[in-house]
């Protein structure tokens, strides 16, 4: 016997299949939206459908954008020759948020993969070649994530990035700040000692 009229289990079940969210999250949701005024609903229903709409890669670095080219690709002051290969959207904005970066990205949209069917032509990555013909790149800085695909590919990138005489560098990793020595695991201290850096006055 089903708990809600249909209208509402229809919403929960459309809510249950997104990412994170459970049975019990759709339904706190799903009754929030109910009990909101109709202009919520409508708010984001409204915004499901553009984003479906307008949203697209960009040409150039293959991130989410709404106009051609994004954003970060046609700032001129961020036409520094310096690029940062990320692995997906959600990597890129998360170094832009920190403020750090202020140069150019691509977007690879995925790692290699072997056992998991996803080889070099399953990513962005002749995309990324291709760029270094076209643009006046200095530097590639490898910002894959620490897991055992997104080491493989570094390295693979590597390779083919330093065939083409261009400065490749890797982004640190290793012990978090605020992190405690003794619960670190043993991938993690290892990178942490072949990433120190010397202590500067």
């Given at each position: 016997m089903k708990i809600y009229p249909k209208p509402l289990e229809d919403l929960i079940a459309q809510l249950s299949k997104l990412p994170g969210i459970g049975q019990k999250s759709a339904s706190r949701v799903a009754l929030y939206i109910l009990r909101s005024r109709k202009e919520l609903a409508?708010?984001?229903a409204a915004s499901l459908l553009e984003v479906k709409d307008k949203i697209r890669f960009c040409p150039v670095c293959f991130n989410f954008t709404d106009s051609e080219p994004c954003a970060i690709c046609s700032d001129?002051?961020?036409?520094?020759?310096?690029?940062c290969v990320?692995?997906?959207?959600?990597?890129?904005?998360?170094?832009?948020?920190?403020?750090?970066?202020?140069?150019?990205?691509?977007?690879?949209?995925g790692v290699l993969s072997p056992l998991d069917g996803v080889g070099p032509e399953?990513?962005?990555?002749?995309?990324?070649?291709?760029?270094l013909e076209r643009e006046d790149i200095r530097e590639v800085i490898l910002a894959?994530?620490?897991?055992?695909?997104?080491?493989a590919t570094?390295?693979?990138?590597?390779?083919?990035?330093v065939d083409k005489g261009v400065k490749v560098t890797r982004i640190a990793m290793g012990v978090p700040m605020g992190g405690d020595l003794k619960y670190m695991d043993s991938m993690t201290l290892k990178h942490s000692f072949k990433s120190r850096v010397e202590v500067e006055k």
């Open positions: 409508e708010g984001l001129s002051n961020r036409a520094n020759g310096v690029l990320v692995e997906g959207p959600g990597d890129q904005m998360a170094i832009e948020e920190t403020g750090v970066f202020n140069g150019r990205y691509h977007v690879l949209h399953d990513l962005k990555i002749g995309e990324l070649m291709a760029r894959t994530n620490p897991t055992a695909q997104g080491e570094a390295h693979f990138l590597a390779g083919l990035l």
